[in-house]
């Protein structure tokens, strides 16, 4: 799979349980109205969550349909956000909301005809857009003054920046946007992060990718929650990488820690990048989800996040993340499913092929 097709399938999304113990929402001294567009499905319920324990009061806008029993006591305006059939009636008018949250579209159309709608009714607009803006992943340290997809209509990254441009227009210094890396947690249904959570889990040998020193970079959808949040309510403008954890991390400790959280003692087989790639044709990404070799793309797991944790954000150790998202996989998400998911992983049988290649190299 594509760089590109990888960034639009798998980048991009809660109990009051998994709130967790490391960053728990305090009570706001000054109670808000937050109107979230969407607010069922990943990230969503997340940022439902921590405004509910912050004492804000909720509006949601949705259709009704994913997770609809959610959430009871929160009011619900129904409608929908589709290209050449949006029904937003339902938040025509001239009520008035402190801010508005909006976690997902991916036509930046669907984000101008919010923005539009309710530009003079809100203090505040924000946004959850990718690292897949973003042009060059040739060197480390991206910032978020980087070169960015310009005119490139129709495609995940270049939407997201026509999105970005459009809430510069309606909302100028009013307006909060967070750059995120892959996001994990409770609720993810996406298969990247998940193929290694099964595979440390259930095997007694996984095959590891490369020499571990690649990079991997990501953020826990509780802490995307909780920087939204805050964003709102203290109305900081501006665009934010958020690419956790707070200091590198290797696919090795990636790995290695991940498995220490599930309390496994499955095997990692390290094998060389070259014999993966050349020898047996796997490729980083959809067969190895999450994993990008330095000599293909040297930035893609190693943007600077400095702009963010200078303005206080907060990743939770990846222990948490790890058993938090395994606990909903194993309540809900692919249990009886069998990899490739949506292109994503090898086979058990293609792992053991290329497993006893390497052994019988001598």
């Known amino acids: 799979m594509h760089r590109r097709s990888f960034l639009q399938t798998t980048l991009g999304g809660l109990a009051a349980a998994y709130v967790g113990a490391t960053?728990?929402?305090?009570?706001?001294?000054?109670?808000?109205?937050?109107?979230?567009?969407?607010?069922?499905?990943?990230?969503?319920?997340?940022?439902?969550?921590?405004?509910?324990?912050?004492?804000?009061?909720v509006t949601l806008f949705n259709r009704g349909i994913t997770r609809p029993y959610l959430f009871p006591n929160v009011e619900k305006l129904r409608g929908d956000r589709r290209l050449n059939g949006s029904d937003l009636s339902a938040l025509a008018g001239k009520r008035r909301w402190d801010a508005v949250i909006d976690v997902w579209p991916e036509q930046s159309a669907l984000v101008a005809e919010t923005a539009r709608l309710l530009a003079d009714r809100t203090d505040f607009y924000f946004f959850c857009s990718s690292i897949a803006v973003y042009r060059n992943f040739s060197r480390?340290?991206?910032?978020?003054?980087?070169?960015?997809?310009?005119?490139?209509?129709?495609?995940?990254?270049?939407?997201?920046?026509?999105?970005?441009?459009?809430?510069?227009?309606?909302?100028?210094?009013?307006?909060?946007?967070?750059?995120?890396?892959?996001?994990?947690?409770?609720?993810?249904?996406?298969?990247?992060?998940?193929?290694?959570?099964?595979?440390?889990?259930?095997?007694?040998?996984?095959?590891?990718?490369g020499n571990g020193n690649d990079p991997v970079q990501y953020i826990d959808v509780r802490d995307l929650a909780g920087w939204i949040l805050d964003s709102v309510e203290s109305k900081r403008a501006g665009i934010f990488n958020m690419c956790g954890p707070e200091k590198p991390l290797q696919f090795r400790d990636f790995l290695e820690v991940t498995r220490e959280a599930l309390g496994s003692d499955v095997r990692l087989t390290w094998v060389d990048a070259d014999f993966l790639r050349r020898e047996q044709?796997?490729?980083?990404?959809?067969?190895?989800?999450?994993?990008?070799?330095?000599?293909?793309?040297?930035?893609?797991?190693?943007?600077?996040?400095?702009?963010?944790?200078?303005?206080?954000?907060?990743?939770?150790?990846?222990?948490?993340?790890a058993r938090a998202a395994w606990r909903w996989y194993s309540a809900?998400?692919?249990?009886?499913?069998?990899?490739?998911?949506?292109?994503?992983?090898?086979?058990?049988?293609?792992?053991?092929e290329i497993l006893n290649s390497w052994r019988s190299r001598g």
């Open 140 to 209: 480390a340290g991206l910032q978020e003054s980087d070169p960015v997809h310009i005119n490139n209509p129709g495609w995940y990254g270049g939407e997201k920046v026509a999105a970005e441009q459009l809430l510069s227009t309606y909302f100028p210094n009013a307006h909060g946007v967070s750059r995120c890396h892959a996001i994990f947690g409770p609720r993810d249904d996406g298969a990247a992060f998940h193929y290694w959570l099964r595979r440390l889990a259930f095997e007694d040998e996984v095959l590891a990718p």
């Open 23 to 57: 960053q728990k929402a305090v009570a706001s001294e000054t109670p808000m109205k937050i109107l979230v567009l969407g607010g069922t499905n990943f990230v969503g319920p997340a940022v439902v969550e921590r405004a509910l324990a912050a004492g804000h009061e």
């Open 332 to 352: 809900y998400n692919f249990r009886h499913t069998s990899f490739p998911v949506g292109g994503l992983g090898l086979s058990r049988e293609r792992e053991q």
């Open 281 to 321: 044709g796997v490729n980083s990404f959809s067969d190895m989800p999450l994993w990008a070799p330095l000599d293909e793309d040297e930035g893609f797991y190693q943007i600077s996040g400095a702009k963010a944790l200078a303005a206080g954000a907060h990743y939770r150790p990846l222990q948490e993340t």
